[in-house]
Nanobody, 122 residues
Framework: QVQLVESGGGLVQAGGSLRLSCVASGSIFSIDAMGWYRQAPGKQREWVATASSSGSTNYADSVKGRFTISRDNAKNTVYLQMNSLKPEDTAVYLC????????????????WGQGTQVTVSS
């Protein structure tokens, strides 16, 4: 079993910054990609950013240039540095681990964290 725990959310004024962390623990052999999603009240969950084990990163257009995703593979941890925050960034931010292997066998699993609330005031 694998668990993801996010931290770092909070209340910040528009223009401010926050850094989110997500730690994966449990029976982990490898994790291909780790990413961040967000869900605002009454809206669908949307993808924010992804970091692969090779170091490549991708961002949604809405956060490009303001958010930076990074990863510490040795610690099974992914970070999201969020700068120049806007009220529309307010949401629960969830971490996702993709193509997780718990052994050398080629069986892939996907896991979600519980989320951390980010609130940006105007």
């Amino acid at each position: 079993q694998v668990q993801l725990v996010e931290s770092g959310g909070g209340l910040v004024q528009a223009g401010g910054s926050l850094r989110l962390s997500c730690v994966a623990s449990g029976s982990i052999f490898s994790i291909d990609a780790m990413g961040w999603y967000r869900q605002a009240p009454g809206k669908q969950r949307e993808w924010v950013a992804t970091a692969s084990s090779s170091g490549s990163t991708n961002y949604a257009d809405s956060v490009k240039g303001r958010f930076t995703i990074s990863r510490d593979n040795a610690k099974n941890t992914v970070y999201l540095q969020m700068n120049s925050l806007k009220p529309e960034d307010t949401a629960v931010y969830l971490c996702k681990a993709e193509r997780v292997r718990t052994s050398p066998l080629p069986y892939d699993y996907y896991y979600w964290g519980q989320g951390t609330q980010v609130t940006v005031s105007s």
